[in-house]
């Protein structure tokens, strides 16, 4: 049998505190995260706000380091910012005096190696940001400005800005959580579509393994195995909420 690969996110007892006084006071924003994630797989942070997951995401993409344990992604110990990942959050955040084009073609203009290539290769890099967003359904608007994108198009466009430099793993902070259901469900399929064609790791921001197939169509979401799962975290997510002295003490 051939031996398993190595984890591309490694976290070895991740302990965080914000600040030396907090460490000193044993006041940890995590506490003692071990995690192991594959290359090209799919995972989702779950939890009520404030339980650490934003925090999370900042120590996986070296913007913050651990103040206990290990960090290594890609086989790399984790020194600073990252440029092999890619970020989207809740708030779209495009700059609202540039074209739905050219916020996409921002990384490509600030992250090395592609900056000092910008100006030589930038029909080549407009090629591939138009073909992003005919993929998520923005074809067509590529010269509007945000203010002219429903909120739905800005976080197509903002996911488009976080792949265009092809990074090896996309960390989405809660970015379907301002949309409706059903522009929730029309990014869903387009993020789906998107991994399943460029096998990048994606962080969702309790992990849990899911045994559904991939790539998941939305009518999983309608059978009684995914409504089972929902009800589980919930309980979870319950449970973590539930006051000290109602059924016991906050897990640690």
Known sequence: MSEPSAPFVDFQNVWLAYNEDLLARNQFAVEDISLQVQQGEFIAIVGPSG???????KLTTGLKM???GHIRIAGQAVTGP???????FQAPSLLPWRTTLDNVLLPLEIVEPYRSQFKARRREFEDKARALLQSVGLGG???????????????RASICR??????Q????????????AFTREELWCALRDLHA???FNVIFVVRKDIELPRPRDLEVTYTPEFTDIVHELRGHIGAI?????QGGALPQ
């Open 141 to 155: 608007y590529e010269d509007k400005f945000p203010w002219q994108l429903s909120g739905g198009m800005q976080q």
């Open 162 to 167: 976080a792949l265009v430099h092809e990074p």
């Open 51 to 57: 339980c650490g997951k934003s925090t999370f995401m």
């Open 241 to 245: 909420r539930q006051p000290v002295g």
């Open 82 to 88: 990252l440029k092999i990942s890619g970020m989207a």
């Open 197 to 199: 064609a460029q096998k």
């Open 169 to 180: 793993m996309l960390l989405l902070d809660e970015p379907f959580g301002a949309l409706d």
């Open 66 to 68: 651990p103040s206990r």
